[in-house]
């Protein structure tokens, strides 16, 4: 589902709807014009088993103490039937419903109502009013970034309720968890299912819409591009920054309270989680107008794939190291503590540090120095969809010259760190980094599709010059 990781491309300019001497079929932006067969088993397959995952991963910590195999099996044995299982799920209670609708509404009230401040006296953070990319109907959408101070904000009434205030138990989140996952579950379809009527009746765009005709992909994908209620209220950015992201922090502060309420302790595996984790949360937040630049703005259309996903996939899946910890409290040794540590730190200076060559790259033109040289660079020609030709740049230096998408590769051994902080007894914390080597390398692909029907014979220059996409001589 959700992932924060930018589209890969090493460019000075922007995707467009272009091609390299033609105009750039319809199904180059985003999501499908006309939908194949694979396509929609697909999706169909996603709409009916992904929440049934999210619900297995959870209901199997909950009752099986993270065994993956353990309900399996005695479903298959006979030990247990689906009613059983069922039958001691917590059901939504209105304490949840409570909790669930005032973090949401205070979370749309830090981002509708609330300007930044961050960028004022913080002089390197790029917040306030910023422009997106340019839409395929030639739309410049604005943006108020602010989703550092909401998470600033957010976390710092935390810790004022857990240290002074005592309005509620920092254990709260963990001692609800399932009854907030059905209403985090009714947030997701109402938001997708409301995003699908509006694009219907009254889209905020409707040159940014794209109709499919097949119920079922027009739901999951989306048709609109942006939508939005008002100037300011974007689904996309919202669903996206917040309330997932903003959550992931406190969901693993909450666990870590549990683990010290139950144990009289937190291990050094839950703080490295906590820790890794909440550097990827942080490195969002400072780069959200960077943000702006990615896949999941630039190219995707808001429909359930966004709208459920990030109120259920990401908070619940994204989570399961800090849950796992919960029932089963991992310490490490000191030199496994300080491999994850060293992995994950690794991860994420090749992530960042990728990323930041390739937005120094695009900033200048070209004219900056990577690893202390002039960047080398594939000259590449476009014709744009109305018939003008442009000129571009493809980076082939520094960690774009390793890979072609180098960044992923960070993002993936940060990913692998969290999971091996909680040992080698489950298989359950290690879904996360098997979910994202598919999501990523899925990502590969669909982006270079994209850059080969948009920079033909000189994306197939840059493929010779840059043979690998993720692991320099091996893929």
Same mark, same amino acid.
């Given at each position: 589902?959700?992932?924060?990781?930018?589209?890969?491309? =090493?460019?000075?300019?922007?995707?467009?709807?272009?091609?390299?001497?033609?105009?750039?079929?319809?199904?180059?932006?985003?999501?499908?014009?006309?939908?194949?067969?694979?396509?929609?088993?697909?999706?169909?397959?996603? $709409?009916?088993?992904?929440?049934?995952?999210?619900?297995?991963?959870?209901?199997?910590?909950?009752?099986?103490?993270?065994?993956?195999?353990?309900?399996? $099996?005695?479903?298959?044995?006979?030990?247990?039937?689906?009613?059983?299982?069922?039958?001691?799920?917590?059901?939504?209670?209105?304490?949840?419903?409570?909790?669930?609708? #005032?973090?949401?509404?205070?979370?749309?009230?830090?981002?509708?109502?609330?300007?930044?401040?961050?960028?004022?006296?913080?002089?390197?953070?790029?917040?306030?009013?910023?422009?997106?990319?340019?839409?395929?109907?030639?739309?410049?959408?604005?943006?108020?970034?602010?989703?550092?101070?909401?998470?600033?904000?957010?976390?710092?009434?935390?810790?004022?309720?857990?240290?002074?205030?005592?309005?509620?138990?920092?254990?709260?989140?963990?001692?609800?968890?399932?009854?907030?996952?059905?209403?985090?579950?009714? #947030?997701?379809?109402?938001?997708?299912?409301?995003?699908?009527?509006?694009?219907?009746?009254? =889209?905020?765009?409707?040159?940014?819409?794209?109709?499919?005709?097949?119920?079922?992909?027009?739901?999951?994908?989306?048709?609109?591009?942006?939508?939005?209620?008002?100037?300011?209220?974007?689904?996309?950015?919202?669903?996206?920054?917040? =309330?997932?992201?903003?959550?992931?922090?406190?969901?693993?502060?909450?666990?870590?309270?549990?683990?010290?309420?139950?144990?009289?302790?937190?291990?050094?595996?839950?703080?490295?989680?906590?820790?890794?984790?909440?550097?990827?949360?942080?490195?969002?937040?400072?780069?959200?107008?960077?943000?702006?630049?990615?896949?999941?703005?630039?190219?995707?259309?808001?429909?359930?794939?966004?709208?459920?996903?990030?109120?259920?996939?990401?908070?619940?899946?994204?989570?399961?190291?800090? $849950?796992?910890?919960?029932?089963?409290?991992?310490?490490?040794?000191?030199?496994?503590?300080?491999?994850?540590?060293?992995?994950?730190?690794?991860?994420?200076?090749?992530?960042?540090?990728?990323?930041?060559?390739?937005?120094?790259?695009?900033?200048?033109?070209?004219?900056?120095?990577?690893?202390?040289?002039?960047?080398?660079?594939?000259?590449?020609?476009?014709?744009?969809?109305?018939?003008?030709?442009?000129?571009?740049?493809?980076?082939?230096?520094?960690?774009?010259?390793?890979?072609?998408?180098?960044?992923?590769?960070?993002?993936?051994?940060?990913?692998?760190?969290?999971?091996?902080?909680?040992?080698?007894?489950?298989?359950?914390?290690?879904?996360?980094?098997?979910?994202?080597?598919?999501l990523l390398t899925h990502r590969c692909l669909r982006d270079e599709h994209r850059c080969a029907s948009k920079y033909g014979r000189d994306w197939e220059r840059y493929t010779a010059a840059v043979p690998y996409r993720l692991l320099p001589g091996i893929f």
């Amino acid at each position: 589902m959700a992932t924060k990781s930018q589209s890969s491309a =090493p460019k000075t300019k922007s995707l467009g709807s272009t091609t390299n001497g033609k105009a750039e079929s319809r199904g180059q932006w985003g999501r499908a014009w006309e939908v194949d067969w694979f396509s929609l088993a697909s999706v169909v397959f996603l $709409l009916l088993f992904a929440p049934f995952i999210v619900y297995y991963f959870i209901m199997a910590c909950d009752q099986y103490s993270c065994s993956l195999t353990a309900p399996a $099996l005695d479903l298959a044995t006979g030990r247990a039937r689906l009613s059983d299982i069922w039958a001691r799920t917590p059901p939504v209670t209105k304490k949840s419903a409570q909790i669930y609708t #005032l973090w949401v509404t205070f979370q749309v009230l830090l981002y509708a109502l609330l300007p930044d401040f961050c960028h004022k006296f913080l002089p390197a953070y790029v917040g306030g009013v910023q422009e997106g990319a340019v839409t395929p109907a030639g739309v410049v959408n604005k943006y108020e970034i602010n989703g550092l101070q909401a998470w600033l904000l957010t976390h710092l009434l935390w810790f004022a309720n857990a240290h002074l205030l005592f309005w509620f138990s920092p254990t709260i989140i963990f001692d609800n968890w399932i009854p907030l996952l059905w209403c985090a579950n009714m #947030l997701g379809y109402a938001v997708s299912t409301f995003a699908m009527v509006k694009a219907y009746l009254f =889209p905020t765009n409707a040159k940014d819409c794209k109709f499919s005709g097949n119920f079922f992909y027009n739901y999951m994908m989306g048709i609109e591009f942006n939508p939005r209620i008002g100037k300011w209220f974007d689904f996309k950015l919202f669903f996206n920054g917040r =309330p997932g992201i903003v959550a992931w922090t406190l969901i693993n502060l909450s666990f870590a309270a549990k683990q010290q309420e139950l144990y009289g302790e937190v291990t050094n595996s839950m703080v490295l989680v906590n820790i890794l984790q909440a550097m990827y949360v942080l490195d969002f937040f400072w780069n959200e107008a960077w943000y702006l630049k990615t896949i999941d703005i630039c190219h995707d259309h808001f429909g359930w794939y966004l709208g459920w996903g990030d109120c259920v996939w990401l908070p619940y899946l994204y989570t399961l190291q800090g $849950l796992y910890l919960v029932y089963h409290p991992v310490q490490l040794s000191t030199p496994h503590a300080v491999g994850v540590l060293l992995l994950g730190l690794l991860g994420y200076y090749i992530f960042r540090m990728a990323n930041h060559q390739k937005d120094l790259f695009r900033r200048t033109d070209g004219r900056c120095l990577i690893w202390g040289r002039k960047p080398k660079t594939i000259e590449c020609s476009y014709t744009s969809s109305d018939g003008q030709r442009h000129h571009s740049k493809l980076l082939v230096s520094g960690f774009w010259g390793m890979a072609r998408h180098f960044n992923y590769t960070g993002d993936l051994m940060g990913s692998l760190a969290y999971c091996l902080a909680c040992g080698g007894g489950h298989l359950l914390p290690y879904f996360y980094i098997i979910y994202m080597a598919i999501l990523l390398t899925h990502r590969c692909l669909r982006d270079e599709h994209r850059c080969a029907s948009k920079y033909g014979r000189d994306w197939e220059r840059y493929t010779a010059a840059v043979p690998y996409r993720l692991l320099p001589g091996i893929f």
